[in-house]
């Protein structure tokens, strides 16, 4: 559905995007995660046509999306920072809307409308941000969009509203079908709700599976070991920490054949517990040397 195809792109000198590849399946909800200018923002604008790549593809269903106004017309984006003309209310952009996309359907709308505190003849400038926010979904829902790409899409937002926008999404996806694209620092939102993810880090992509995969090939395990005994090797180990005798150890690979490797040791105790998306996240990016560090103040 949306193929990235090792795309590159700098701006004044500084490489932004480095030779990345991302594949998001149709009727998916997809989580791009990574820190803070490890490209995810410039790669969206890609993906909806906003940037020319210097190098790569950029596919959806197949086709360029730069300068394709029949690939773009099936893409809809919410950016983090929304943008409305400030004199408009919400009826009039809903008027907009529906004059410049072919399948805005104002049945969709209205049926929207319950979801959502708003005022349609609030001016936009009159409402919050987290108002906006609100607005920006119901009118970008009502597009009826095949791809939805989406940028913080809920940040701003009361718990009750999260849910109720994560909700609308999910029933999208299921219906229609809808191939979802969504960036956010809240990782435990991402958990809830997407089937496939993946780790951007200076440009790159460093890891993309499906959500069920990644929490089955990274493993936390809380030990205890006799005095003379010692891990055995072959572990692939990413984290290590000790309280008294109980070590903790953070391992990529399978959780049957990481107990069978410990085990021949004899553990006096071994606990296994799957990794939450956040901790993955942390965990993968201590290899690429972005970690929690120890500040003494």
Known sequence: MIEVKNVSKSFDGLKALDKLNINVSKGSIYGLVGPNGAGKS???RHITGIFKQDEGEVLVN??????NP???SGIAYISDDVFFYNQATIHDMMKFYKGVCPNFSV???EKLRGAFELKENAKMRSLSKGMQKQ?????????CPEVLVLDEPVDGLDPVMRRQIWGILMSDVMENGTTVLVSSHNLRELEDVCDHVGIMNRGRL???RSLSDMQENIVKVHFALSEEKQLPEGLDILHTSTSGRLKTIIVRGKAE???NKIATVQPLFMDLIPLSLEEIFIYELGGEHYEVKDIIL
Do not use: N
Request: proline letters at 3%; glycine letters at 4%.
């Open 42 to 44: 410039t790669i969206i």
């Open 62 to 67: 197949g086709q360029p999306v730069f300068e």
């Open 257 to 259: 054949d990481i107990t």
């Open 135 to 143: 607005a920006a979904f119901w009118l970008t829902v009502s597009m």
């Open 206 to 208: 460093l890891l993309e």
């Open 70 to 72: 029949e690939v773009k």
């Open 107 to 109: 049945e969709r709308y």
